[in-house]
């Protein structure tokens, strides 16, 4: 399939990689042929069962050397209508629930059995449904769905679609449909993003590796979390036009740091935000990770306006004013305590370039030091009872320490 030819992970390659991962304190999540043993059907699906001779044989290997593994995955991109080809729900069912025998058989008496996950995919309600009833109540740990919505890499209007908010919308319907199926189905398994690189095919040089991109993944973890996502993996570490890291230099790209600020400042308490003012701010928010209050996501789409944004515990509310104003609308609702501070995060391309690989917080470049070592991540402290800036084209994070969000306590 694809032109691919036939391919081997020998255990000594094996056994190097789970030194690199023991190394790196990566949780790993590794992917099993799910075509194994299966026969090509006229309608271009694959017919059969899973044969799991070969994958049990490296689960056992794993254990006995006790390599420590966080998950084991069946498939990759087999559901409804596949691509490439496609194994029907019913069949699939009948594979994870093999697998999960397998795990439970390997790792029985383990005080960390892995988790098995399922079907790496792109979301199809009717077959993601059946999936997840036959499988229930828990012969699956999480259901796994891959995201590209800006369509191939090749593609001349990524930056308009990413800076499109009714088009970054478009995505709300798949992450309500899945926690909507979990939640009714009666089922412990979560739902992950197991792959998401926004544009397939390796992305697009100066649009899926720069500060224009991470608009569209700041927003999508932001999204996610809303519905219930308990993981969201990102293609790429390094590789095609998406990673995380330069391919050629292994400096960070802006996502990177965007993905870094979110570990840091995010917690995992979601909380029910609205925005009131324009559509072009996307307005997330979370309880403090590791500290008190509440941390505030704003993604400005708009190249035109500043936005001077209040946060109160009704909501979040916006005056839109044109580039340099300083003008403000002061809201009522939650008050701050006299001279409480928060901490921002304002993040801007160099030059006020969207297309920039190099991200400013506060005005300065952040760049590793002559050792590789990431810089200081470094918050500019602001009187509370003033709104936040939101500047043309930026992104901040506001950590407020002072407020108090019941469910944060």
């Given at each position: 399939m694809f032109g691919f030819t036939q391919g081997c992970l020998p255990m000594h390659r094996w056994d190097e990689l789970n030194a690199f991962f023991q190394k790196s304190g990566a949780r790993i999540v590794f992917g099993l042929n799910a075509l194994n043993g299966r026969v090509p059907l006229p309608d271009g699906s694959m017919g059969g069962p899973w044969d799991?001779?070969?994958?049990?044989?490296?689960?056992?290997y794993t254990a006995s050397k006790g390599y420590k593994i966080h998950g084991w995955e069946l498939g990759n991109e087999l559901s409804g209508t596949g691509?490439?080809?496609?194994?029907?729900?019913?069949?699939?069912?009948?594979?994870?629930?093999?697998?999960k025998s397998v795990v439970d058989n390997v790792y029985q008496g383990s005080p960390s059995k892995p988790l098995v996950?399922?079907?790496?995919?792109?979301?199809?309600?009717?077959?993601?449904?059946?999936?997840?009833?036959?499988?229930?109540?828990?012969?699956?740990?999480?259901?796994?769905h891959h995201i590209y919505n800006l369509g191939p890499g090749v593609d001349t209007h990524l930056i308009e679609k990413i800076l499109n908010p009714t088009y970054l919308d478009g995505m709300i319907s798949t992450f309500s449909n899945l926690q909507g199926?979990?939640?009714?189905?009666g089922t412990s398994a979560v739902a992950w993003v197991g792959e998401s690189g926004g544009a397939y095919n390796s992305g697009h040089h100066l649009v899926t590796d720069s500060f224009v991109f991470s608009f569209w993944f700041l927003d999508q973890l932001g999204m996610s979390a809303k519905y219930d996502t308990k993981s969201y993996c990102r293609q790429s570490l390094i590789g095609?036009?998406?990673?995380?890291?330069?391919?050629?230099?292994?400096?960070?790209?802006?996502?990177?740091?965007?993905?870094?600020?979110?570990?840091?400042?995010?917690?995992?308490k979601v909380l029910s935000t609205t925005f009131s003012g324009t559509n072009m701010i996307r307005a997330y928010a979370h309880c403090a990770r590791d500290s008190p209050g509440i941390t505030l996501l704003l993604i400005n789409l708009?190249?035109?306006?500043?936005?001077?944004?209040?946060?109160?515990?009704?909501?979040?509310?916006?005056?839109?004013?044109?580039?340099?104003s300083r003008k403000t609308k002061h809201l009522p609702g939650y008050v701050q305590a006299a001279g409480s501070m928060r901490e921002e995060y304002h993040l801007t391309p160099k030059d006020g370039s969207l297309q920039s690989q190099v991200m400013l917080l506060n005005g300065r470049a952040l760049v590793t030091d002559a050792n590789g070592g990431i810089p200081r991540l470094e918050p500019v402290k602001v009187d509370a009872a003033q709104p936040i800036a939101v500047a043309p084209y930026s992104i901040v994070?506001?950590?407020i320490p002072n407020f108090s969000a019941p469910a944060c306590s």
């Open positions: 799991y001779t070969n994958a049990a044989s490296l689960i056992r691509v490439g080809t496609k194994v029907g729900a019913d069949q699939y069912a009948a594979d994870v629930i093999a697998l996950l399922a079907p790496g995919g792109f979301f199809d309600a009717g077959w993601f449904t059946e999936l997840i009833i036959k499988t229930k109540p828990n012969l699956l740990n999480v259901v796994t199926i979990l939640n009714s189905a095609g036009n998406y990673g995380l890291l330069n391919k050629e230099t292994f400096q960070p790209n802006p996502d990177y740091y965007s993905a870094l600020l979110w570990h840091r400042l995010m917690g995992t708009s190249g035109n306006s500043t936005n001077q944004v209040t946060v109160t515990s009704e909501g979040v509310h916006a005056n839109a004013v044109k580039k340099h994070f506001a950590h």
